[in-house]
Protein backbone atom coordinates (compact mmCIF):
# COMPACT_ATOMS: atom_id res chain seq x y z
CA UNK A 1 0.00 0.00 0.00
CA UNK A 2 3.17 2.70 0.74
CA UNK A 3 4.03 1.59 -2.68
CA UNK A 4 1.08 2.83 -4.39
CA UNK A 5 0.54 5.78 -2.16
CA UNK A 6 4.14 7.13 -3.08
CA UNK A 7 3.23 6.44 -6.59
CA UNK A 8 -0.09 8.43 -6.29
CA UNK A 9 1.54 11.43 -4.54
CA UNK A 10 4.61 11.45 -7.09
CA UNK A 11 1.68 11.36 -9.81
CA UNK A 12 -0.37 14.33 -7.74
CA UNK A 13 2.71 16.68 -7.32
CA UNK A 14 3.34 16.44 -11.16
CA UNK A 15 -0.02 17.43 -12.04
CA UNK A 16 0.29 20.23 -9.56
CA UNK A 17 3.57 21.36 -11.26
CA UNK A 18 2.29 21.02 -14.83
CA UNK A 19 -1.04 23.57 -13.59
CA UNK A 20 1.88 26.29 -11.82
CA UNK A 21 3.77 25.70 -14.90
CA UNK A 22 1.91 26.88 -17.35
CA UNK A 23 2.65 30.47 -16.42
CA UNK A 24 6.04 30.90 -16.12
CA UNK A 25 7.75 28.30 -18.95
CA UNK A 26 7.70 29.75 -22.11
CA UNK A 27 8.74 33.60 -21.33
CA UNK A 28 11.24 32.63 -19.10
CA UNK A 29 13.35 30.00 -21.52
CA UNK A 30 12.63 32.54 -24.68
CA UNK A 31 14.25 35.65 -22.45
CA UNK A 32 17.69 32.98 -22.15
CA UNK A 33 17.46 31.41 -26.15
CA UNK A 34 20.50 32.15 -27.49
CA UNK A 35 20.42 32.55 -31.35
CA UNK A 36 16.63 32.33 -31.70
CA UNK A 37 15.21 31.48 -34.70
CA UNK A 38 13.12 33.73 -36.95
CA UNK A 39 10.22 32.06 -36.93
CA UNK A 40 10.49 32.83 -32.78
CA UNK A 41 11.50 36.33 -33.48
CA UNK A 42 8.99 36.98 -35.92
CA UNK A 43 6.31 35.78 -33.23
CA UNK A 44 7.83 38.19 -30.33
CA UNK A 45 7.24 40.63 -32.94
CA UNK A 46 3.64 39.75 -33.23
CA UNK A 47 3.17 39.41 -29.97
CA UNK A 48 4.62 42.70 -28.97
CA UNK A 49 2.08 44.16 -31.80
CA UNK A 50 -1.04 42.48 -29.72
CA UNK A 51 0.12 43.68 -26.80
CA UNK A 52 0.51 47.22 -28.07
CA UNK A 53 -3.55 46.90 -29.82
CA UNK A 54 -4.84 45.76 -26.73
CA UNK A 55 -3.31 47.91 -24.02
CA UNK A 56 -4.84 50.60 -27.01
CA UNK A 57 -8.25 49.19 -26.21
CA UNK A 58 -7.98 48.98 -22.63
CA UNK A 59 -6.85 52.37 -22.80
CA UNK A 60 -9.42 54.18 -25.03
CA UNK A 61 -12.13 51.55 -23.54
CA UNK A 62 -11.13 52.94 -20.13
CA UNK A 63 -11.62 56.78 -21.11
CA UNK A 64 -15.40 55.77 -22.97
CA UNK A 65 -13.70 55.98 -26.22
CA UNK A 66 -14.84 53.49 -28.87
CA UNK A 67 -11.90 51.26 -30.44
CA UNK A 68 -12.14 51.69 -34.20
CA UNK A 69 -12.98 49.01 -36.52
CA UNK A 70 -9.76 49.02 -38.50
CA UNK A 71 -7.81 48.34 -35.07
CA UNK A 72 -10.24 45.77 -34.49
CA UNK A 73 -9.62 43.89 -37.94
CA UNK A 74 -5.57 44.36 -37.69
CA UNK A 75 -5.66 42.63 -33.98
CA UNK A 76 -7.81 40.05 -35.28
CA UNK A 77 -5.19 39.31 -38.72
CA UNK A 78 -2.24 39.40 -35.46
CA UNK A 79 -4.35 37.02 -33.46
CA UNK A 80 -4.45 34.38 -36.39
CA UNK A 81 -0.96 34.75 -37.68
CA UNK A 82 0.28 34.12 -34.03
CA UNK A 83 -1.56 30.86 -34.09
CA UNK A 84 -0.13 30.14 -37.32
CA UNK A 85 3.55 30.94 -36.42
CA UNK A 86 3.31 28.91 -33.24
CA UNK A 87 2.24 25.92 -35.37
CA UNK A 88 4.97 26.40 -37.98
CA UNK A 89 7.61 26.64 -34.94
CA UNK A 90 6.30 23.33 -33.86
CA UNK A 91 6.06 21.49 -37.54
CA UNK A 92 9.43 23.15 -38.17
CA UNK A 93 11.95 23.35 -35.26
CA UNK A 94 10.22 20.69 -32.60
CA UNK A 95 13.20 20.63 -30.09
CA UNK A 96 12.73 24.54 -29.53
CA UNK A 97 8.89 24.07 -29.30
CA UNK A 98 9.38 21.57 -26.82
CA UNK A 99 11.93 23.06 -24.49
CA UNK A 100 10.05 26.82 -24.96
CA UNK A 101 6.50 26.15 -25.72
CA UNK A 102 6.15 22.97 -23.68
CA UNK A 103 6.05 22.12 -19.64
CA UNK A 104 9.11 20.32 -18.62
CA UNK A 105 8.33 19.32 -15.04
CA UNK A 106 11.39 18.24 -12.99
CA UNK A 107 10.72 14.89 -10.99
CA UNK A 108 10.85 14.63 -7.50
CA UNK A 109 13.79 12.84 -7.48
CA UNK A 110 15.70 15.86 -9.48
CA UNK A 111 14.60 18.57 -7.55
CA UNK A 112 16.06 16.44 -4.27
CA UNK A 113 19.53 16.15 -5.86
CA UNK A 114 19.54 20.23 -6.71
CA UNK A 115 18.20 20.66 -2.96
CA UNK A 116 21.23 21.42 -0.68
CA UNK A 117 20.70 20.88 3.22
CA UNK A 118 19.70 23.59 4.49
CA UNK A 119 16.71 24.13 2.17
CA UNK A 120 12.96 23.03 2.59
CA UNK A 121 10.70 23.13 -0.68
CA UNK A 122 6.73 23.46 0.64
CA UNK A 123 4.49 23.10 -2.70
CA UNK A 124 0.68 23.97 -1.78
CA UNK A 125 -2.21 22.89 -3.91
CA UNK A 126 -5.80 24.31 -2.65
CA UNK A 127 -8.68 22.04 -3.44
CA UNK A 128 -12.23 22.52 -3.26
CA UNK A 129 -11.94 19.48 -0.26
CA UNK A 130 -8.27 20.20 1.15
CA UNK A 131 -5.15 21.49 1.17
CA UNK A 132 -2.26 19.77 0.13
CA UNK A 133 1.32 20.04 1.19
CA UNK A 134 4.27 18.12 -0.91
CA UNK A 135 7.38 18.29 1.69
CA UNK A 136 10.91 18.08 -0.02
CA UNK A 137 14.05 17.30 1.28
CA UNK A 138 17.20 16.73 0.15
CA UNK A 139 16.67 13.06 1.76
CA UNK A 140 12.51 13.09 2.23
CA UNK A 141 9.92 13.28 0.31
CA UNK A 142 6.09 13.45 2.33
CA UNK A 143 2.75 15.17 1.98
CA UNK A 144 0.60 16.43 4.25
CA UNK A 145 -3.39 17.09 3.64
CA UNK A 146 -5.46 19.59 5.31
CA UNK A 147 -9.23 20.06 4.95
CA UNK A 148 -10.07 23.12 3.54
CA UNK A 149 -12.39 24.74 5.68
CA UNK A 150 -13.99 28.10 5.81
CA UNK A 151 -12.17 28.57 9.29
CA UNK A 152 -9.06 28.47 7.48
CA UNK A 153 -10.04 30.77 4.81
CA UNK A 154 -10.97 32.96 7.46
CA UNK A 155 -8.17 33.05 9.12
CA UNK A 156 -6.29 33.96 5.90
CA UNK A 157 -8.87 36.65 5.25
CA UNK A 158 -8.63 37.79 8.31
CA UNK A 159 -4.63 38.15 8.65
CA UNK A 160 -4.59 39.85 5.27
CA UNK A 161 -6.86 42.39 6.23
CA UNK A 162 -5.11 42.94 9.52
CA UNK A 163 -1.43 42.91 7.73
CA UNK A 164 -2.27 45.37 5.05
CA UNK A 165 -4.08 48.15 7.48
CA UNK A 166 -1.51 50.63 9.19
CA UNK A 167 -2.44 49.75 13.16
CA UNK A 168 -2.98 53.53 13.42
CA UNK A 169 -6.43 53.11 11.92
CA UNK A 170 -7.71 50.59 14.45
CA UNK A 171 -9.45 52.09 17.06
CA UNK A 172 -8.32 52.23 20.45
CA UNK A 173 -10.59 50.90 21.84
CA UNK A 174 -10.90 47.51 19.86
CA UNK A 175 -6.66 47.56 19.52
CA UNK A 176 -6.30 45.38 22.24
CA UNK A 177 -9.15 42.54 21.14
CA UNK A 178 -7.93 42.96 17.45
CA UNK A 179 -4.32 42.35 18.22
CA UNK A 180 -5.10 39.05 20.18
CA UNK A 181 -7.40 37.77 17.73
CA UNK A 182 -4.73 38.21 14.84
CA UNK A 183 -2.13 36.89 16.84
CA UNK A 184 -4.34 33.76 17.70
CA UNK A 185 -5.10 33.27 14.46
CA UNK A 186 -1.52 34.04 13.28
CA UNK A 187 0.07 30.79 15.53
CA UNK A 188 -3.08 28.70 14.07
CA UNK A 189 -1.92 29.16 11.25
CA UNK A 190 1.71 28.61 11.90
CA UNK A 191 0.88 24.92 13.46
CA UNK A 192 -1.56 24.20 11.48
CA UNK A 193 0.60 24.75 8.15
CA UNK A 194 4.14 24.65 9.10
CA UNK A 195 4.08 23.28 12.95
CA UNK A 196 5.86 19.47 11.41
CA UNK A 197 8.98 21.42 10.92
CA UNK A 198 11.56 22.34 13.15
CA UNK A 199 12.62 25.66 13.50
CA UNK A 200 16.65 26.57 12.10
CA UNK A 201 18.16 29.73 11.60
CA UNK A 202 19.89 28.60 8.82
CA UNK A 203 17.41 27.22 6.88
CA UNK A 204 15.68 28.23 4.16
CA UNK A 205 12.06 27.80 2.92
CA UNK A 206 11.11 27.57 -0.57
CA UNK A 207 7.74 27.93 -0.73
CA UNK A 208 5.08 27.65 -3.76
CA UNK A 209 1.66 29.15 -2.49
CA UNK A 210 -1.54 28.60 -4.37
CA UNK A 211 -5.03 30.21 -4.11
CA UNK A 212 -5.49 32.21 -0.46
CA UNK A 213 -2.10 31.08 0.30
CA UNK A 214 -0.43 34.17 -1.96
CA UNK A 215 -1.83 36.52 -0.25
CA UNK A 216 -0.11 35.36 2.56
CA UNK A 217 3.25 36.59 3.65
CA UNK A 218 4.90 33.33 5.59
CA UNK A 219 7.31 35.03 7.55
CA UNK A 220 4.73 37.06 9.68
CA UNK A 221 3.12 33.91 10.77
CA UNK A 222 3.70 33.74 14.81
CA UNK A 223 5.08 30.33 16.20
CA UNK A 224 5.24 32.07 19.88
CA UNK A 225 3.39 34.85 20.84
CA UNK A 226 4.13 37.43 23.60
CA UNK A 227 1.45 38.07 26.66
CA UNK A 228 0.84 41.66 25.28
CA UNK A 229 -0.05 41.64 21.92
CA UNK A 230 0.37 44.98 21.00
CA UNK A 231 4.25 44.87 21.73
CA UNK A 232 4.90 43.03 18.13
CA UNK A 233 8.33 42.87 18.68
CA UNK A 234 8.05 40.67 21.43
CA UNK A 235 6.76 37.69 18.75
CA UNK A 236 8.60 34.99 17.73
CA UNK A 237 8.10 34.96 13.62
CA UNK A 238 8.45 32.74 11.39
CA UNK A 239 11.20 35.35 9.75
CA UNK A 240 12.71 34.47 12.97
CA UNK A 241 13.62 31.26 12.17
CA UNK A 242 13.95 30.32 8.74
CA UNK A 243 14.80 32.97 5.41
CA UNK A 244 11.77 32.29 3.16
CA UNK A 245 11.97 32.47 -1.11
CA UNK A 246 8.57 32.25 -2.81
CA UNK A 247 8.55 30.86 -6.76
CA UNK A 248 5.45 30.24 -9.21
CA UNK A 249 6.22 26.40 -9.24
CA UNK A 250 8.98 24.25 -7.93
CA UNK A 251 10.55 24.19 -11.60
CA UNK A 252 10.51 27.82 -11.54
CA UNK A 253 13.22 27.54 -8.96
CA UNK A 254 15.81 25.88 -11.29
CA UNK A 255 14.95 28.29 -14.61
CA UNK A 256 18.33 29.69 -15.16
CA UNK A 257 21.04 27.98 -12.91
CA UNK A 258 24.24 30.39 -12.45
CA UNK A 259 25.85 32.28 -9.75
CA UNK A 260 24.63 36.11 -10.20
CA UNK A 261 27.66 38.30 -7.86
CA UNK A 262 25.04 40.25 -6.77
CA UNK A 263 27.38 42.24 -4.53
CA UNK A 264 29.33 43.49 -7.51
CA UNK A 265 26.45 44.17 -9.77
CA UNK A 266 25.90 47.68 -11.10
CA UNK A 267 22.18 49.24 -9.52
CA UNK A 268 20.16 51.36 -11.64
CA UNK A 269 17.85 53.36 -9.34
CA UNK A 270 14.69 55.11 -10.21
CA UNK A 271 12.31 57.44 -7.71
CA UNK A 272 9.67 59.53 -10.03
CA UNK A 273 7.99 62.71 -9.55
CA UNK A 274 4.37 62.87 -9.65
CA UNK A 275 3.04 66.92 -9.70
CA UNK A 276 -0.12 68.17 -8.43
CA UNK A 277 -1.92 67.64 -12.17
CA UNK A 278 -0.95 64.15 -12.18
CA UNK A 279 -3.85 61.82 -10.58
CA UNK A 280 -1.08 59.83 -8.03
CA UNK A 281 -0.04 61.48 -4.75
CA UNK A 282 3.45 62.52 -4.21
CA UNK A 283 5.88 60.35 -3.07
CA UNK A 284 7.96 62.51 -0.21
CA UNK A 285 10.82 59.35 0.44
CA UNK A 286 11.15 57.56 -3.00
CA UNK A 287 14.27 59.77 -3.82
CA UNK A 288 15.60 59.11 -0.07
CA UNK A 289 15.34 55.75 -0.72
CA UNK A 290 17.30 55.25 -4.10
CA UNK A 291 19.93 57.76 -2.95
CA UNK A 292 20.44 55.58 0.36
CA UNK A 293 20.59 52.71 -2.02
CA UNK A 294 23.42 54.79 -4.00
CA UNK A 295 25.42 54.74 -1.39
CA UNK A 296 25.89 51.16 -0.31
CA UNK A 297 26.24 49.50 -3.84
CA UNK A 298 27.01 52.68 -6.09
CA UNK A 299 25.75 52.74 -9.28
CA UNK A 300 22.97 54.97 -11.37
CA UNK A 301 19.82 57.16 -9.55
CA UNK A 302 17.19 58.55 -11.68
CA UNK A 303 14.93 60.94 -10.09
CA UNK A 304 12.47 63.84 -10.18
CA UNK A 305 11.80 64.05 -13.98
CA UNK A 306 14.38 61.94 -15.34
CA UNK A 307 13.15 58.93 -13.98
CA UNK A 308 11.44 58.45 -17.14
CA UNK A 309 9.48 55.35 -18.59
CA UNK A 310 12.32 55.49 -21.82
CA UNK A 311 15.22 55.86 -19.72
CA UNK A 312 14.02 52.44 -17.41
CA UNK A 313 13.75 50.50 -20.39
CA UNK A 314 16.98 51.70 -21.65
CA UNK A 315 18.89 51.16 -18.23
CA UNK A 316 17.09 47.96 -17.73
CA UNK A 317 19.21 46.18 -20.90
CA UNK A 318 22.53 47.20 -19.27
CA UNK A 319 22.26 47.05 -15.35
CA UNK A 320 22.14 43.67 -13.11
CA UNK A 321 20.35 45.59 -10.32
CA UNK A 322 17.01 47.44 -10.81
CA UNK A 323 15.27 49.38 -7.87
CA UNK A 324 11.89 50.74 -8.52
CA UNK A 325 10.49 53.23 -5.67
CA UNK A 326 7.02 53.91 -7.15
CA UNK A 327 3.16 53.93 -7.76
CA UNK A 328 1.52 50.66 -8.07
CA UNK A 329 -1.54 49.85 -9.59
CA UNK A 330 -3.27 46.65 -9.58
CA UNK A 331 -6.10 46.04 -12.11
CA UNK A 332 -7.61 42.84 -10.77
CA UNK A 333 -10.21 42.50 -13.52
CA UNK A 334 -7.79 43.19 -16.34
CA UNK A 335 -4.20 41.66 -14.86
CA UNK A 336 -2.03 42.67 -18.01
CA UNK A 337 -3.14 46.63 -17.67
CA UNK A 338 -1.35 46.23 -14.10
CA UNK A 339 1.24 49.22 -13.84
CA UNK A 340 3.93 50.64 -12.68
CA UNK A 341 4.06 54.32 -12.72
CA UNK A 342 7.03 56.73 -13.97
CA UNK A 343 7.37 60.40 -14.54
CA UNK A 344 5.67 62.22 -16.83
CA UNK A 345 7.50 62.79 -20.98
CA UNK A 346 8.11 66.59 -21.58
CA UNK A 347 5.09 65.90 -24.66
CA UNK A 348 2.32 65.01 -21.75
CA UNK A 349 0.85 66.15 -18.30
CA UNK A 350 0.39 62.82 -17.07
CA UNK A 351 2.63 60.20 -15.86
CA UNK A 352 3.88 57.52 -17.88
CA UNK A 353 2.59 53.78 -17.31
CA UNK A 354 4.52 50.41 -18.00
CA UNK A 355 2.33 47.51 -18.04
CA UNK A 356 2.73 44.14 -17.02
CA UNK A 357 2.15 42.62 -20.31
CA UNK A 358 4.84 44.99 -21.57
CA UNK A 359 7.51 43.91 -18.65
CA UNK A 360 6.04 39.94 -19.58
CA UNK A 361 8.09 41.09 -23.01
CA UNK A 362 10.89 42.79 -21.50
CA UNK A 363 14.65 41.78 -22.61
CA UNK A 364 15.79 42.15 -19.04
CA UNK A 365 19.30 41.22 -18.02
CA UNK A 366 19.12 42.02 -14.33
CA UNK A 367 19.55 39.36 -11.47
CA UNK A 368 17.85 41.43 -9.18
CA UNK A 369 14.76 43.88 -9.07
CA UNK A 370 13.32 45.59 -6.02
CA UNK A 371 9.67 46.95 -6.80
CA UNK A 372 9.48 49.29 -3.72
CA UNK A 373 6.07 49.77 -4.68
CA UNK A 374 2.34 49.58 -3.69
CA UNK A 375 0.21 45.96 -4.51
CA UNK A 376 3.81 45.12 -7.01
CA UNK A 377 3.60 41.35 -5.47
CA UNK A 378 0.12 41.16 -5.56
CA UNK A 379 -2.39 40.15 -8.40
CA UNK A 380 -5.72 37.78 -10.03
CA UNK A 381 -5.45 34.51 -8.36
CA UNK A 382 -6.23 31.42 -11.17
CA UNK A 383 -7.11 28.67 -9.86
CA UNK A 384 -4.33 26.47 -9.85
CA UNK A 385 -1.76 28.35 -11.43
CA UNK A 386 -1.04 31.25 -9.47
CA UNK A 387 -0.76 34.71 -9.38
CA UNK A 388 -0.29 36.84 -11.90
CA UNK A 389 1.36 40.05 -10.26
CA UNK A 390 4.53 42.56 -10.92
CA UNK A 391 6.85 40.45 -9.64
CA UNK A 392 5.73 37.43 -11.55
CA UNK A 393 6.05 39.64 -15.06
CA UNK A 394 9.47 40.28 -14.18
CA UNK A 395 10.45 36.92 -13.51
CA UNK A 396 8.64 36.07 -17.22
CA UNK A 397 10.98 38.47 -18.43
CA UNK A 398 14.38 36.57 -17.37
CA UNK A 399 15.20 38.48 -14.06
CA UNK A 400 16.37 35.63 -11.35
CA UNK A 401 14.89 37.43 -8.28
CA UNK A 402 12.37 40.01 -7.42
CA UNK A 403 11.61 41.70 -4.39
CA UNK A 404 8.14 42.99 -4.46
CA UNK A 405 5.36 44.00 -1.57
CA UNK A 406 1.67 43.08 -1.22
CA UNK A 407 -0.03 45.67 0.10
CA UNK A 408 0.61 49.36 0.34
CA UNK A 409 4.20 50.32 0.55
CA UNK A 410 4.72 52.59 3.71
CA UNK A 411 6.50 55.83 2.61
CA UNK A 412 8.53 57.00 5.71
CA UNK A 413 9.22 52.88 6.54
CA UNK A 414 10.70 51.57 3.29
CA UNK A 415 13.80 53.07 2.94
CA UNK A 416 15.11 51.86 5.96
CA UNK A 417 13.79 48.27 5.41
CA UNK A 418 15.30 48.56 1.66
CA UNK A 419 18.49 49.86 2.42
CA UNK A 420 18.99 47.53 5.12
CA UNK A 421 18.31 45.07 2.28
CA UNK A 422 20.71 45.72 0.19
CA UNK A 423 23.72 46.37 3.11
CA UNK A 424 22.82 42.71 4.00
CA UNK A 425 22.84 41.76 0.02
CA UNK A 426 26.62 43.58 -0.14
CA UNK A 427 27.68 40.90 2.21
CA UNK A 428 26.62 37.59 0.81
CA UNK A 429 24.45 36.98 -2.64
CA UNK A 430 21.29 35.52 -0.99
CA UNK A 431 18.39 37.85 -1.53
CA UNK A 432 16.04 35.69 0.53
CA UNK A 433 18.55 35.70 3.63
CA UNK A 434 19.24 39.03 3.14
CA UNK A 435 15.67 40.27 3.37
CA UNK A 436 15.39 37.72 6.33
CA UNK A 437 17.94 39.42 8.20
CA UNK A 438 17.15 43.38 7.32
CA UNK A 439 13.12 42.44 8.89
CA UNK A 440 14.77 41.46 11.79
CA UNK A 441 17.31 44.51 12.68
CA UNK A 442 14.08 46.87 11.45
CA UNK A 443 11.97 44.95 14.41
CA UNK A 444 14.71 45.55 16.74
CA UNK A 445 15.67 49.05 15.70
CA UNK A 446 12.22 50.05 15.37
CA UNK A 447 10.00 49.01 17.74
CA UNK A 448 7.03 50.99 17.15
CA UNK A 449 6.74 49.73 13.89
CA UNK A 450 6.99 46.14 14.62
CA UNK A 451 3.65 45.50 13.35
CA UNK A 452 3.71 43.09 10.47
CA UNK A 453 2.47 46.24 8.18
CA UNK A 454 5.48 47.87 8.04
CA UNK A 455 7.82 44.99 7.24
CA UNK A 456 6.02 41.70 5.94
CA UNK A 457 4.60 42.87 2.70
CA UNK A 458 8.10 42.65 1.09
CA UNK A 459 8.12 39.09 -0.04
CA UNK A 460 11.17 37.76 -2.02
CA UNK A 461 10.33 35.37 -5.67
CA UNK A 462 12.83 34.04 -7.47
CA UNK A 463 15.12 31.39 -8.44
CA UNK A 464 18.06 29.33 -7.02
CA UNK A 465 21.93 30.28 -7.43
CA UNK A 466 23.68 26.78 -8.91
CA UNK A 467 26.27 25.33 -6.00
CA UNK A 468 29.40 27.66 -5.95
CA UNK A 469 31.43 24.53 -4.56
CA UNK A 470 30.53 22.85 -7.76
CA UNK A 471 31.05 25.72 -9.97
CA UNK A 472 34.49 25.92 -8.59
CA UNK A 473 34.53 22.18 -9.23
CA UNK A 474 34.10 22.31 -13.18
CA UNK A 475 36.69 25.71 -12.80
CA UNK A 476 39.17 24.00 -11.34
CA UNK A 477 38.99 20.62 -13.39
CA UNK A 478 38.71 22.97 -16.61
CA UNK A 479 42.49 25.13 -15.58
CA UNK A 480 43.56 21.34 -15.06
CA UNK A 481 43.01 20.36 -18.51
CA UNK A 482 44.01 23.61 -19.97
CA UNK A 483 47.14 23.64 -17.59
CA UNK A 484 48.00 19.24 -19.01
CA UNK A 485 47.44 20.90 -22.77
CA UNK A 486 49.78 23.39 -22.43
CA UNK A 487 52.30 21.56 -20.56
CA UNK A 488 51.88 19.04 -23.77
CA UNK A 489 52.30 21.21 -26.14
CA UNK A 490 55.62 23.25 -24.60
CA UNK A 491 57.12 19.64 -23.51
CA UNK A 492 56.63 18.71 -27.65
CA UNK A 493 58.18 21.93 -28.76
CA UNK A 494 61.31 21.54 -26.41
CA UNK A 495 61.67 18.10 -27.27
CA UNK A 496 61.42 19.08 -31.39
CA UNK A 497 64.07 21.80 -30.97
CA UNK A 498 66.53 19.00 -29.05
CA UNK A 499 65.59 16.61 -31.80
CA UNK A 500 66.24 19.12 -34.46
CA UNK A 501 70.03 19.98 -32.62
CA UNK A 502 71.07 16.47 -32.38
CA UNK A 503 70.29 15.67 -36.31
CA UNK A 504 71.98 18.90 -37.65
CA UNK A 505 75.14 17.61 -35.79
Not at 132 to 154: A, G, M, N, Q
Not at 165 to 186: F, K, M, V, W, Y
Not at 401 to 417: E, F, H, I, Q, R
Not at 450 to 457: D, E, V
Request: proline share 3%; aromatic share 10%.
Amino acid sequence: MAGKNTIYNEYAFVRAEKYKNNFLRRATLSSFYAGMPDLEKELNQVETAITEIQKQQFELQNTGHTFPLANKENLGRLLQQQARLKKDIEKHLPAFYQSVYQNNILSINEIRQRLKDNQILIEFQWTDEQIVLFVLRRDSFSVKTIPSTDSVSECIHRLWEYYRQSPTLIPSLEADSIHRICANSSNFLYKLLLGDISADESQTLLIIPDNLLCYLPFEALISQSSNDPEKHWLNRYLNDDFSVLYAPSAGALWQNEMIPNLSMASLSGFAPVFHNQTKLDSLENNDKEVNAVQKVVGGAVFTGDAASKSTFLREAEQHKMLLLSTHGMLNNRHPEFSFLAFSRSSDTSDYERLYVSEICQLKAKADLVVISACHSAGGRLYRGEGMLSMAHAFMYAGVRNVVASLWTVDDASSPYLITSFFEYLSENDDPAQAMSLAKREFIRKHRNKAHPYYWAGFTTWGTLSADKCSLMGYVYLLCTVVFLIVSRLVFRKKLLRITEKVTSK
